[in-house]
């Protein structure tokens, strides 16, 4: 059986997901002929340069206007033109589906969604689609020609419960959760893993992300960074700045400040995340879907910061309003957010008790299994 996964470079979110299915599927049915494409950069090299680094620099730069972007792109003349768009580029996606004839062809983007279900409702391809939504609150994008897409996998019932309000046959639509890379499953040794990064046993452990995929809202990320260092006790941190240099520099300088350098510890890219999340009791984070969906999964309680306009607030107030994160709003003073939650043994546990309505840690194995299933028997 041939199986593509589109994905598309906006964000890190689609490309993660799909690799993580990707993964998966290739040691569990290594009879599967598979390929990882980005749909966006196949169909138009340039046109997916230019307007990724316009959605990087938007949503860094200009975050207001990407939200206002994400909402207009919900109905109306711009979510017209994205559409009639996608419908033109599906023409030179063609020329691959034709090449790859593939049996199952997996989106983790609406963009490949839209051009795939076109194609089918024009009769130039026949295989089955599957749609794999990458945040916790539904957008239009996602759902256009949803009537010639087989299978929508998505974060939560409530999702679900959204999809079939728009006339979307149940039995097409799965709560499964974000795909998650495996080892998110995996059992670490807690003191081992606290010894090799100098931690010590007898402090929660707040686990920051403070680089974000655009390095957006900076200054706002340093002060909560700061106040976190400065005013609160007993507790150890691991700062992530990924690969923001500048913001590296900057946590460090913190660090010296205070002299903090046996509790704080200053890290750039790692790929050492599941080990991370196992022994730490918070996560300071932005809330894209696929880290929120490896803390949900790790049972973390969240700290959200810096959420873009559009996706990433919506995802913001959907958990705070499970009671599992709390959102720290621009005018909200840092110190007192902290202790409020890490002076409040019993607030920390029921945010992460809490996670237990939404944690999908198996959704990787679920989506696999329910696709290889009504694949094989189609």
């Not at 979110?13 to 950069?41: F, Q, V, W």
Request: overall charge positive; proline content about 4%.
């Amino acid at each position: 059986m041939k199986v593509l996964i589109f994905y598309a470079s906006y964000g890190g979110g689609h490309l993660n997901a799909a690799r993580s299915i990707d993964s998966y599927l290739r040691k569990t049915s290594p009879e599967l002929d598979i390929e990882l494409i980005d749909c966006m950069k196949y169909v138009n090299i340039t046109l997916e340069k230019i307007t990724t680094a316009a959605y990087r620099q938007m949503a860094k730069k200009l975050p207001w206007a990407w939200g206002r972007i994400y909402s207009d792109s919900q109905k109306g003349p711009l979510a017209h033109i994205s559409t009639r768009s996608n419908k033109i580029l599906a023409i030179k996606l063609l020329k691959l589906l034709r090449e790859k004839n593939p049996d199952l062809i997996i989106s983790t983007h609406p963009f490949g969604s839209q051009m795939c279900s076109y194609l089918k409702r024009k009769g130039k391809i026949n295989c089955k689609i599957a749609t794999i939504m990458t945040d916790f609150a539904p957008h239009a994008q996602w759902l256009v020609g949803n009537s010639h897409t087989d299978y929508f996998f998505v974060a939560h019932d409530k999702m679900k419960e959204y999809l079939i309000s728009k006339d979307i046959p149940e039995e097409k639509i799965y709560a499964t959760g974000i795909p998650i890379s495996e080892r998110f499953l995996s059992s670490f040794d807690r003191e081992e893993i606290l010894k090799s990064f100098g931690l010590q046993n007898n402090l929660k452990t707040v686990l920051f992300f403070g680089g974000g995929e655009f390095g957006l809202g900076k200054t706002r990320t340093i002060e909560i960074f700061e106040s976190l260092v400065h005013y609160i006790e007993n507790i150890q941190i691991i700062a992530i700045s990924g690969k923001n240099e500048k913001m590296k520099t900057f946590f460090d300088d913190v660090v010296a400040r205070y002299k903090k350098e046996t509790t704080v510890k200053v890290l750039s890219f790692t790929d050492k995340v599941p080990e991370l999340m196992s022994i730490a009791d918070l996560v300071v984070t932005k809330p894209g879907g696929l880290t929120t969906s490896e803390s949900l999964a790790c049972h973390l309680p969240m700290v959200i910061i810096n959420p873009i306009p559009g996706q990433e607030e919506e995802n913001a107030e959907f958990l705070e309003s499970n009671g599992i994160a709390v959102w720290l709003k621009k005018h909200d003073n840092p110190k007192i957010v902290f202790q409020e939650i890490l002076s409040n043994p019993e607030k920390l546990t029921q945010m992460r008790t809490n996670t237990n309505k939404l944690a999908k840690p198996y959704s990787t194995k679920t989506i696999c299994d329910i696709l290889m299933k009504k694949v094989d028997i189609l």
